[in-house]
């Protein structure tokens, strides 16, 4: 179907003047390999939009995760953590992302645009869309949260950061989430009017961010629709399971909800995806030159140019839509490389 264009199917159903294509990553190390394709077809994505149809404007939203975890703890048998945000950590790596961003931002001539979580959390349609999950907490979490049936929407204890990682303490009155922290006690989210401190595990941010999106592109009083990019790693049971149903069972039909693009998987020796906690073990990806392993090291051996090269490989994969529905080994990367030296 899609062997030879792509773009026109999507524009069809896209009709708005304005286009998002959000993508997003959780900054607690140098992006890797897989964060840097994604982000790089996002920008592909975007650029063929425009080339095919001129009065279109497409945007990069880059979603920070900023409440990703930086560290975590055992107290009480109950595992806590402080988020990348509380701890500071966020801003070890943040300018590599920006760095990336401007880069392609100058290659392409397309803009880009920074949401962190609390703004996004401020969002309007936020507070019902948590609510109704709440309405509905026990189908919800027996299918977002088998082992422990609980819904995972967090809040930092504002004394000293820590969250319920598992929320296996919250209780849920009145429009509001009581959370509890060891230390100092019970705090609470009025959902009416505090949604900007929550936090969320990454299937309810998954669901969370699908219905928000769907309300914006379904809204005329928005000029602008959003498409999401991520890793195929979430195609295919991930969101027919955690997405699609449970937006249904709360009332929002599988037929209207937001489109997401998948970025190919970088897949390793094994045919498993490239993963960024086993290239820091000793010995792990040795075969591998190090420059496919994060920015850091791609910078360091190919200067800003490693991302023009990128940017070159994934932009051929919208010329052949076909190679946009499979995975590729980390080795095709290598030698596109070095093809293009």
Not at 33 to 47: D, K, P, Q, V, Y
Not at 238 to 253: F, N, W
Request: glycine share 4%.
């Amino acid at each position: 179907m899609f062997e030879k264009e792509i773009i026109p199917y999507i524009l069809k159903q896209y009709t708005k003047n304005i286009i998002k294509i959000s993508v997003g990553a959780q900054p607690n190390s140098s992006p890797h390999f897989g964060t840097l394709e994604t982000i790089a077809l996002s920008f592909g994505l975007a650029s063929n939009i425009m080339k095919y149809d001129k009065n279109k404007k497409v945007i990069i939203l880059y979603e920070v995760i900023d409440s990703a975890p930086s560290e975590t703890s055992i107290i009480n048998e109950i595992k806590y953590q402080k988020s990348l945000k509380y701890t500071g950590k966020i801003n070890e790596f943040f300018n590599e992302y920006l760095e990336i961003l401007n880069y392609y931002k100058n290659l392409t001539g397309i803009d880009y645009e920074i949401r962190y979580q609390k703004e996004f959390n401020s969002q309007p349609e936020i507070s019902n869309i948590i609510k109704k999950i709440i309405e509905n907490k026990e189908y919800i979490s027996s299918r977002l949260d088998p082992k422990y049936n609980k819904i995972r929407i967090r809040m930092s204890c504002p004394k000293c950061g820590l969250t319920d990682k598992n929320s296996i303490l919250n209780k849920y009155e009145n429009n509001k989430i009581i959370f509890n922290c060891p230390i100092h006690g019970e705090y609470y989210a009025d959902l009416n009017k505090d949604t900007s401190m929550l936090e969320y595990n990454s299937p309810y941010r998954n669901l969370i961010r699908c219905i928000y999106y769907t309300l914006v592109n379904n809204n005329s009083n928005y000029d602008y629709q959003i498409i999401r990019v991520t890793g195929s790693d979430y195609a295919g049971f991930y969101q027919e399971e955690m997405r699609y149903k449970l937006a249904s069972y709360l009332g929002y039909p599988a037929h209207t909800l937001s489109m997401i693009f998948y970025a190919p998987l970088i897949l390793d020796w094994s045919g498993a995806k490239m993963s960024k906690s086993l290239y820091v073990k000793e010995g792990a990806y040795s075969d591998i030159p190090t420059a496919f392993i994060n920015y850091k090291y791609l910078k360091q051996e190919y200067g800003l140019n490693g991302l023009k090269k990128l940017y070159d490989i994934v932009s051929n994969w919208f010329e052949n839509p076909y190679m946009l529905f499979r995975h590729y080994t980390i080795y095709y990367f290598i030698k596109e490389f070095e093809e293009n030296e």
